[in-house]
């Protein structure tokens, strides 16, 4: 498959009526919902991932038609196809070499331009650690390769108005704190402590969770310390997750 038509094609010829409705109420798309005005054929992931597969000989290019494209299954398609050849760049053998560096900075910026397109949670949570989040792990020519760049990067979307830019920036820290390293989630926790939305409170609570999974529970306990009180309270639950019950009822029933 090598045209971006016949992946939208493909696509919508699998389209499936019964569950294009389960996925349209199930992501909010209604009158002043998050979702509002997003629209699904009905495929399941399973189905457009085996398309975004047939479809890796698309050269990244092309690949801002799919994100243009009215159907959430076509963008998604797209940033299956986009982390897929991120993350073909970023083998032992060529991580440093410089045509990748070059070709990962390349799918990176596209990201960036194209990042009001990836407008939905889930085509957020798919990506942004994958890519974003990859990226900043990695030797960059982007800015030098200096780290002040990186973190302009982030906090250009964390202090975007757009609440998919922002998510993308506490998300794609899942991948730094894979790495061990947590100050990009404190960072951007921080950032984001007061946010007014609901899904930014359990993205928040869900970074800082996997911290205390993946870097140090003194790290959250710490960070609670200090929080807690201020958090909203979903954040403040989805943080504490993996505490014992007793330790979740002692954070729970702080003023």
Known sequence: MKQTKEIIECLEAARN????????????????EYGEGDEFLGLKVPQTREIAKAAMDVPVCEVPELLMSRWHEVRLCGLMIMVAKFEKLTTKRNIR????????????????????????????????????????????????????????????LA???????????????????????????????????????????????????????RCSMELLREFLRHHAKEMPRTMLRYAIEKMSERERKQWMARP
């Open 97 to 156: 070499e410089a045509e990748a560096t070059a070709k990962r900075d390349e799918i990176l910026t596209l990201y960036l331009r194209y990042a009001r397109r990836v407008n939905n949670w889930d085509l957020v949570d798919l990506s942004a650690p994958k890519i974003l989040g990859h990226w900043l792990l990695l030797p960059t020519a982007l800015g030098n390769g200096r780290n002040e760049y990186k973190l302009h990067v982030v906090d250009k």
């Open 159 to 213: 202090r975007s108005s757009n609440l998919w830019e922002q998510r993308m920036s506490i998300v794609c820290t899942w991948k730094t704190l894979q790495q061990g390293d947590p100050s990009w989630c404190l960072r951007y926790a921080e950032m984001h402590l007061h946010h007014s939305h609901d899904l930014m409170h359990k993205a928040v609570g869900w970074m800082l969770r996997e911290m205390g999974k």
């Open 17 to 32: 009526e019964e569950q294009r409705c389960i996925l349209m109420r199930f992501f909010k798309t209604g009158p002043g």
